[in-house]
């Protein structure tokens, strides 16, 4: 599968699922408190399939304009409804039950985030350890005297297991603060504290070598260049390479370590190389031609050849994170409500102007990071969703209206003033609602777009 299809499938099974779970929130509320559902619809449009289920007669579609989905419950203002009926209409409902129907979509989103987290978390993940390479020149890391080989063990005093962990707990702290002290110890076994200037990301945002810009970077270790592992029928293969080969130098440019093996064989797709093996103490010429391999819209060299040794690297770089069942559930628990939380506290931020509008990612973002997440394993494309499904939850419940945020808003109102509001005034809501919406996805695709062409 190519790298753009394979992208695409990957954003439509996270679409499909996210909005599935929502709807269905919606859908099991309203058939809890006795509302009769409609339409079920997974897409907006024309509609590509469709299945009448159930006593009602409900109708399962799935529909051509996939970004989103529906509901469709009994409603006197949307049609007329048979005297019999009325009491299963959604607007003779009491109010409380209104709310519980419309809540439902978001919490199934927030219940999704954490049942995710709870198995990933109980499963246990292998994740890289937080371990830095090499600063970058004049880096704010190279200023404050981090080196390669660093292990980080706290950010800011609180401790990290993980890259990852280690990442999300600076983009915290980094909304509130210019400088971030890292625990670390290095390769000597000496601990020392260094403080880190983060305020050139403070604004510009976290999105794609944010840490990078910090000269925070994955150490990579030096490996010898020798033969691991040989893929049948490739072209290592089929060039006579064997495991244990060490190779000395390709077109008699010397080689130091497997990374110039890699960057050789990925720059030639297609195109002849000569490598000079050490072979049980003698040097061997073997000529080997990489197979073309498309990765992400772009040809790239591959021999099937893998290094030695990475068992070694692994356990120097990696590290299995799990914990009990209970534990498990707290943590997924706290995960969910830590994101959600720094979500809103973000678009607050957003709104005043402390954090840049770049920040917000429309569904090429999207896309990209899912099947960024899905190429890495099933752990990391859970962990996407997740993500997602907590943004999925916490935009839905903002107050705008045409959100389910801005129905929940209505009806507080609602009991407020101890009467429904006017129509005319729900309609000049979806209005301003719905411009608002079409601004955000406007700026969104804005952001997408500026990023494929900036890189």
């Known amino acids: 599968m190519s790298g753009f299809l394979y992208y695409l499938a990957a954003f439509a099974v996270a679409l499909g699922i996210l909005v599935v779970v929502h709807e269905f929130g919606h859908y099991l509320a309203a058939r809890w408190v006795g509302v009769k559902v409609l339409r079920f619809s997974v897409g907006f449009g024309r509609s590509l399939w469709v299945r009448r289920l159930g006593q009602d007669g409900t109708e399962w579609a799935i529909a051509a304009f996939p970004l989103g989905g529906y509901v469709k419950m009994l409603d006197e203002r949307e049609g007329d409804v048979p005297a019999e009926e009325l009491h299963r209409s959604f607007n003779r409902q009491p109010v409380q039950w209104r709310m519980l129907i419309v809540a439902a979509g978001p919490a199934a ?68 603060h210019d400088q971030i002290d890292l ?109 073309v391999v498309d990765e992400d819209g772009r ?13 070694e690297v692994r356990a120097q770089l990696m590290t299995t994170v799990s914990y009990g069942p209970l534990s498990a559930l707290s943590k997924a628990v706290a995960e969910t409500w830590d994101k959600s939380a720094f979500t809103l506290l973000m678009i607050g931020k957003m709104i005043t102007g402390e954090v840049s509008w770049r920040n917000i990612s429309g569904p090429v973002t999207i896309a990209d990071y899912a099947g960024q997440s899905a190429r890495l394993g099933a752990d990391y494309y859970l ?56 601004m955000l996805m406007a700026f969104a695709f804005y952001n997408d777009i500026n990023r494929l062409f900036s890189g």
């Open 183 to 291: 625990e670390v110890i290095n390769p000597r076994n000496e601990i020392s504290i260094r403080r880190v200037d983060v305020s050139v990301v403070r604004r510009s945002g976290w999105e794609g070598d944010a840490l990078e810009r910090l000269g925070l970077s994955m150490f990579r270790p030096r490996l010898p260049a020798v033969i691991g592992k040989v893929n049948p029928n490739s072209a290592a293969d089929a060039a006579g390479l064997r495991p244990g080969d060490q190779i000395v130098t390709i077109d008699d440019q010397e080689i130091s370590s497997w990374a110039d093996v890699v960057s050789a064989v990925r720059g030639s797709p297609g195109k002849p190389l000569l490598l000079e093996v050490l072979r049980q103490g003698e040097r061997t010429r073997i000529p080997v031609t990489p197979a």
């Open 383 to 438: 962990k996407f969703l997740a993500l997602v499904s907590i943004s999925l939850g916490v935009l839905n419940l903002l107050p705008i209206p045409i959100l389910d945020g801005g129905h929940l808003l209505y009806y507080l109102v609602e009991i407020i003033k101890r009467g429904p509001v006017s129509e005319r005034a729900m309609e000049i809501g979806q209005q301003i609602g719905l411009t608002l919406l079409l």
């Open 109 to 176: 989103n927030f219940l999704l985030a954490i049942v995710l987290y709870w198995g990933l978390f109980w499963y246990g993940t292998e994740e890289f350890k937080p371990v830095l390479g090499v600063p970058a020149i004049a880096s704010p890391a190279a200023v404050a005297g981090l080196e390669d080989g660093d292990l980080v063990r706290q950010v800011g005093g609180e401790k990290v297991q993980t890259w990852q962990e280690m990442r999300w707990v600076l983009l915290q702290q980094a909304v509130d």
């Open 299 to 311: 040809e790239i060299g591959r021999i099937g050849a893998g290094v030695s040794n990475t068992g």
